[in-house]
DNA sequence: CTGAAAGCGCTTACAG
DNA sequence: CTGAAAGCGCTTACAG
């Protein structure tokens, strides 16, 4: 049989409640020193854990935050979700809460499902995971319930009052423009997802003003592009740069996109005997990759797709307090990962390797 | 304010305990057609979800399946993790369970966790994930609770009662030498990881045994080595093999280790002016492989990471049901997926790429 | 076939 | 400073 809060105090001979006031804490019970101490003792030597079940029913709190998604297929998606609930969970630990992990395939179940929870009170708040599209229903539904919560992505126009987090999009796109910029790049191709998402637009837009900013006019437009992830598509962008005169010839480019644009890029440059270089004077390239990135011929900067589990990580010392003590600072975080040189085979792209 | 069970019963005009009675559609309790019609009715208008806790607290179950593991560093482990709280979640949630995660850094912390959520009565069974050295301990600790759970790995020696689920390694790179085998090679070197780990025992044993059957003879040992996931230690091996005279040299490679053991293969053979191929006559290559996975120059047949997911999957006809339901049958599931050719750039593996 | 009552294991005012 | 009592919202025997 579990142990109860009446065994324990039993136990020591104290009654029920105060067991339970010297066990949470609570500041207006007193209790000797000694008394506290047995007490501790007491629950510690019958190993006992409250309830969660009866604590939760007679306080009204759980003490379980739960995370929320509609499931994405594809193997970008499935990346950008590793970590994450190690991270999440990581962190509730160590506040005392517990993580529930809610996923479906439609948003209508997600919806479902955020209307169950809480009614039947199963959580204290939620996170919010996933595009703009389906996050947004979800926020305006939990606003309607009043369940306080935190979402992944930018949603500081309609929702600016929303605790809120996502990656530094524009950033990280100046921080590659300045990268190539310092090598002395002046033609510097971008390439990126096709325009549907947010954080797509933001990745663009993060290039087209530190284009401007940086080498003071805003940069042609043939030289921005977008593809899927795949090979086909990147490398119908990549050869008509490379086939463009040289005076013409984008020297670098802005990597918006996933791994098979710098798949395509360096198998183009290589069928020309290029490869990727740091050094001024060559073709170079900075930008994002997905978690799983080698490069085969040349060097380049990427952010890594590791850079995912750090923006979990950030939601900790603010959002998550946030959304669990209803402090009211930091309500919108912005991530900005660091530029790191990408792994690469290092293998040589002579002329040769023409295919 | 949220709608309880009094609310609908009052709504219909019955009492709260047929109400309960004819929601949970317990057989032992009589209403006509018309009165579960209209309760059904009503708490659908108020939207009404019983409080997960009162239920918990006075039935006894929680509806709620937890996920505990130590968290593993390295991308391998992190990649083999994707997917499958998502496979999890998809499946409790059709038999209307919660699923609730609990990770932490260091054994001991689940440990405690386990005996925690145990005694607190937080789940009603658990789902154990990672290495068997932590999995064990954790797995007889569940016993001694006696609390149902499915646990990941290859327990069938000393727990052969355990509900446990792993790939069938054994099979898989059986699958793979057979593969390399029908394209006609004899000499046929393995490449795995350091042998630290069940599965990676379990891996070379598979092609042990399919060699001496489909070959008729024990692997000569200079055509077994390992090293761990990076570049430097496999191409080592590989180089060693491709030094080989001739007629010792072998033709091809079965593969028990991660991505860069296939990037040192290829880039080894690429230095030769060869790349791996699927014809008879050329170097060739099976077995596992990370996530994300794509080839530079050749062709091969690889099992994808992506088949983790399926892992988790495989649980749900039995395991899952075993350990909710406390079902018999369906004590240990083994797992063979697909060899799949695997994705590559194709490009051109001249003498040219000499490095 | 139906409803009143007890109970699940806590917490929290509220009297002593 | 301490303990008896009510209550959280359900479910489940158990009488009518």
Redesign the pocket.
């Known amino acids: 049989m579990?142990t109860?809060?009446?065994d324990v105090a039993e136990r020591v001979q104290?009654?029920?409640?105060?067991v339970?006031?010297v066990?949470?804490g609570?500041a207006n019970?007193?209790?000797?020193e000694d008394?506290r101490a047995r007490v501790l003792e007491a629950a510690r030597e019958l190993n006992y854990h409250?309830?969660t079940a009866?604590?939760a029913?007679?306080?009204g709190r759980t003490n379980t935050v739960a995370l929320v998604y509609r499931r994405l297929s594809g193997t970008a998606y499935r990346l950008a979700y590793t970590g994450l609930v190690d991270a999440f969970s990581e962190q509730l630990q160590a506040r005392g809460y517990d993580l529930m992990v809610s996923n479906f395939a439609t948003e209508e179940e997600v919806l479902a499902q955020i209307r169950r929870m809480a009614n039947a009170h199963a959580c204290d708040a939620m996170i919010l995971w996933g595009r703009e599209a389906d996050t947004e229903p979800q926020g305006e539904l939990l606003d309607s319930l009043n369940i306080p919560f935190l979402v992944k992505g930018r949603h500081e126009k309609k929702h600016p009052e929303w605790r809120q987090i996502d990656f530094d999009h524009e950033g990280m796109m100046r921080q590659a423009v300045e990268q190539v910029v310092s090598l002395g790049h002046r033609r510097i191709a971008y390439l990126g997802f096709p325009l549907e998402e947010a954080f797509v637009r933001a990745l663009r837009r993060g290039y087209v003003e530190a284009h401007e900013r940086l080498l003071g006019f805003a940069p042609d437009v043939q030289y921005m592009d977008s593809s899927e992830d795949d090979l086909e598509g990147n490398s119908q962008c990549v050869e008509q740069w490379l086939s463009l005169p040289e005076d013409q010839r984008p020297t670098a480019f802005v990597i918006g996109s996933g791994n098979y644009a710098w798949h395509a890029l360096e198998a183009s440059l290589a069928r020309r005997g290029h490869a990727l270089s740091q050094q001024p004077g060559g073709y170079s390239a900075a930008g994002i990759a997905s978690y799983y990135f080698t490069l085969s011929f040349g060097e380049a900067m990427a952010y890594q797709g590791i850079e995912i589990d750090n923006l979990a990580q950030q939601a900790s010392p603010g959002l998550l307090d946030a959304i669990l003590c209803g402090h009211e600072e930091h309500r919108i975080v912005r991530f900005l990962p660091s530029l790191t040189p990408a792994p690469t085979l290092g293998l040589n792209a002579g002329p040769g390797g023409q295919a």
Chains 1, 2 share one sequence.
């Open positions: 579990r109860r809060l009446k104290l009654s029920p409640a105060l339970s006031g066990l949470n609570r019970v007193w209790a000797s008394t409250p309830s009866a604590k029913l007679s306080n």
